[in-house]
């Protein structure tokens, strides 16, 4: 899981300032910001208010620039990442 962490593909071809883009990084944490206060109790997220407004805050405090603070992409983006960690069911 370490290793997924670190090789996640963060849209280089969307530089803000040679910034690659933000977006799955801040998703992770707020995701696991979410578990550890115990909203998520189980292996399936949703896009929740208390997970939005966890992933905004995160948000205004690390991400610098002006990208866009959207949290829809990267639950779909991370389905191309190695080694598959996270999938999507519709």
């Known amino acids: 899981m370490t290793e997924a962490l670190f090789?996640?593909?963060?849209?280089?071809?969307?530089?803000?300032?040679?910034?690659?883009?933000?977006?799955?990084?801040?998703?992770?944490?707020?995701?696991?910001?979410?578990?550890d206060e115990g909203r998520i109790k189980e292996n399936r997220f949703t896009i929740t208010p208390d997970l939005l407004a966890t992933f905004r805050g995160l948000w205004s405090q690390l991400v610098e620039g002006n990208w866009s603070c959207k949290i829809y992409s990267p639950f779909y983006h991370m389905t191309n990442d190695k080694p598959g960690f996270w999938f999507i069911k519709t």
Do not use: D, M
């Open 7 to 35: 090789t996640l593909n963060r849209a280089s071809s969307r530089t803000v300032k040679g910034s690659k883009a933000p977006h799955k990084p801040v998703l992770l944490l707020a995701l696991i910001q979410e578990v």
